[in-house]
């Protein structure tokens, strides 16, 4: 009987540190511009099982095997670190009001609403609930954070989740190693790049020779952009491409609407013809079905 429960302790124990380990995988994934594999992001989490940034749409985002999840960061009057989009709480809380204007205590006892703008028993959680939760499990791009990241950074510090964090922007290259040059050799930096707007090209290759990113988040509106097809093959083996299909302008078009109804077209498009590694979704359990089944997982 002993013996036998030293064999179902090892074996949990390995199951466990396997679960721990994953985002170090990712995070390879990422470093070693991998592009037999397509990463999934989930925006705000997995929004559709529970409120957006909410602990539970991560945790359920972490339990369907996304990759990254993006999460957005608010500051309380008191100074305190929560995850929110928005400014105000009036569209996902049960409160009406700046987040800026109430401290952390009074934010606690107000209650997630869910995307039908109904309440929930789910709370306002702290970004360091989050951090503490996806610990070892999942990339987390944090949004909105760079304004304050100093004080963001001593979360990461303090729970030993800095090499799981993504930051983007859209600021030049140099300004970015002169405002966040610190911290590039800390977290993960992805610049965003605009191509309908006049020196994309030029922006990319900045960031390529100042800050040899590991990933492109790129924009367009419409297919008639001759660039994204350049940059699929110019980019190919320098940096990873990251595209968003949360609504039509973001991708071309190539939204998870276009991919609801044919996926291949939607999807398949960013992936086979313009190169994309990592796509951000709303549909995070459909991406990742679509591409189980093309073998890309």
């Known amino acids: 009987m002993k013996n036998k429960l030293l064999i179902w302790f090892f074996f949990f124990a390995a199951l466990r540190g396997l679960a721990q380990d994953r985002a170090a995988e990712i995070r390879k994934t ?8 397509v990463l999934v992001t989930a925006h705000r989490g997995d929004w559709r099982y529970a409120p957006e940034n909410s602990l539970a749409a991560i945790e359920n985002a972490i339990k369907m095997g996304v990759d990254i999840v993006e999460l957005d960061v608010q500051k309380t009057k008191d100074g305190k670190l929560i995850l929110m989009h928005d400014y105000t709480l ?38 360091e609930e989050a951090l503490i939760l996806s610990k070892g499990k999942i990339m987390i791009n944090l949004d909105k954070a760079y304004g304050f990241f100093d004080q963001v950074y001593e979360l990461l510090e303090k729970t030993g989740t800095s090499h799981q964090v993504i930051m983007k922007g859209s600021a030049p290259a140099a300004k970015v190693k002169q405002e966040f ?11 965003i790049v605009n191509l309908d707007k006049n020196g994309a090209m030029e922006m990319v290759n900045d960031h390529l ?10 924009l367009f509106v419409s297919d008639s952009n001759p660039l994204p097809r350049q940059l699929a093959a110019s980019l190919r083996g320098k ?59």
Request: no cysteine.
């Open 90 to 127: 009036d569209r996902t809380t049960t409160g009406k009001g700046k987040i800026s204007d109430w401290p952390l205590d009074s934010i606690r006892t107000l209650q997630l609403k869910n995307g039908a703008n109904i309440k929930t028993k789910h709370r306002v959680p702290t970004l």
């Open 209 to 218: 020779k100042e800050l040899n990113p590991v990933a492109f988040e790129l």
């Open 239 to 297: 940096s990873l491409i990251w595209y968003n299909t949360l609504w039509d302008t973001m991708a071309g078009g190539h939204d998870d609407d276009m991919s609801l109804e044919n996926p291949d077209k939607g999807y398949g498009y960013l992936i086979e013809t313009l190169g994309s590694r990592i796509i951000q979704t709303d549909r995070p359990q459909y991406l990742i079905d679509y591409l189980t089944s093309k073998e890309r997982r």
């Open 181 to 191: 040059g610190k911290y590039l050799g800390k977290i993960i930096y992805m610049p």
């Open 30 to 37: 990422l470093f070693d511009k991998n592009t037999s594999k």
